[in-house]
């Protein structure tokens, strides 16, 4: 039995909660398994990743350990669908790479802002969220 990739998502970001529940319904079933860094315990068992970088971008991280983040997460989820999504290597496209990944970055920063918070109780989340 192999153990599912998992993908690292900001769990008090309403965004990110979407996204990671779109991707998870396009990966291939049992693939994926979703996991919000802000959780207790979750990056502990993901010891070369930081609490900072997660703020950044989501990650996923597959069961050999490599580590996919950002757009390129995306695509590696997609990808585990095989010819479904075999569109999703034009990512790879150096051009169309370095564009996905502005935007990806630009989403990133504005979290927050576009979609909300889910709801949080702790004193981080007024830290990245400024108005």
Known sequence: MTHPAVLLYDG??????AGARRLLGWARPGAIEL??????GVLERFPDLTHGQCMQAMYL???DGHVFRATEAVVAVL?????????????YLPGLRWLLERAYEWVARNRYRLMGRAECADAGCALHFRR
């Open 12 to 17: 008090h970001c309403r965004l990110c909660i």
């Open 35 to 40: 996991a919000s860094f802000q959780d207790p």
């Open 61 to 63: 991280v597959e069961p």
């Open 79 to 91: 990808l585990t669908r095989g010819g479904l999504f075999a569109w999703a290597r034009l990512y």
